[in-house]
């Protein structure tokens, strides 16, 4: 069974690395930081499927 975060969690860590919420976009949320493409983030009942915690820890970590 596939683990979750709560979408609160993920908000704090991509804002602390400079991303901003630009858009709600059912059941997306949209992520924008200038000169990097947009993330796109699923979110069902307040909560994100542990692979994209993983895919966007990965591009943070690409970014330092």
Request: net charge negative; proline share 5%; no cysteine.
């Amino acid at each position: 069974m596939a683990g979750y975060a709560d979408f609160e969690e993920v908000l704090d860590l991509l804002e602390s690395h400079g991303w901003k919420l630009k858009k709600i976009w059912s059941p997306y949320r949209v992520f924008v930081k200038e000169s990097q493409l947009p993330i796109l983030i699923p979110v069902h009942n307040g909560k994100v499927d542990i692979e994209y915690v993983e895919k966007i820890t990965k591009i943070l970590e690409d970014q330092e």
